[in-house]
């Protein structure tokens, strides 16, 4: 399976740090025998720099990038994704969405969707509606948004960017790598803290 990232100036890193040890180790996909190619996309070649100060160097630009349906596309926060270097990403998420490759964005991602149309026919959620409508001018998806922490739209999924736990859980779900059971588990354990879950967790890869 294949698992694009993209990447750019000031990414948000605690909103993507539950999936891709997940994704990257597989500890807790049900059948070991499949393996998760993380591919790390931006608008060029150069290094980008995190908001904690991580340098990511991305292994692909999006002009040079073929995607095929199953394959899931993470649309990580930044305060960068109003630049115009981004816009290229933006052009191609219809036709992706049509061809279907899961687009997962949270935060300032989904105010990026927003501002291209993206999310006026579908439903979906973000920071807030009035937050999009601050920032977004041509944002027309009133009626379609959902004042929930993430929303699914079929193989659409938005969140706020204070739910990267749930965005995460939901992005890993959208994989069909885990079982129902051990993924509940994992997200019960983060979300509470308690270690009986910790216990159910393994039990469930038995």
């Known amino acids: 399976m294949r698992v694009f990232l993209y990447v750019l100036d000031t990414l948000a890193d605690w909103e993507i740090s539950y999936i891709l040890p ?13 393996k998760v190619n993380i591919i790390k996309i931006s608008s060029s070649l150069e290094s980008i720099k995190t908001l904690g100060g991580l340098e990511i160097k991305p292994e692909g630009s999006i002009h040079n990038t073929s995607f095929n349906k199953d394959d899931i596309l993470i649309l990580p926060g930044s305060d960068s ?39 006026d026919d579908r439903k979906h959620t973000s920071n807030d509606i009035e937050f999009l409508k601050i920032f977004c001018e041509n944002y027309n998806g009133f009626e ?18 204070l739910a990267p736990l749930k965005f995460s859980f939901n992005v890993l779900k959208a994989t069909k790598l885990f079982k129902a059971d051990t993924l509940e588990s994992w997200y019960k354990l983060y979300k509470t803290r ?13």
């Open 22 to 34: 997940e994704l990257n180790t597989g500890r807790y996909i049900s059948d070991k025998s499949k």
């Open 81 to 119: 994704w109003m630049e115009p270097q981004n816009f290229g990403i933006m052009n191609i998420i219809k036709e992706l969405l049509k061809k279907g490759v899961t687009v997962c964005a949270i935060c300032g991602a989904t105010a990026a969707l927003a501002q291209a149309g993206i999310l």
């Open 194 to 206: 308690e270690s009986n879950y910790f216990y159910e967790l393994m039990n469930s890869l038995k």
């Open 144 to 161: 379609n948004y959902i004042n929930e922490p993430v929303v699914a739209d079929e193989n659409l999924i938005t969140a706020t960017g």
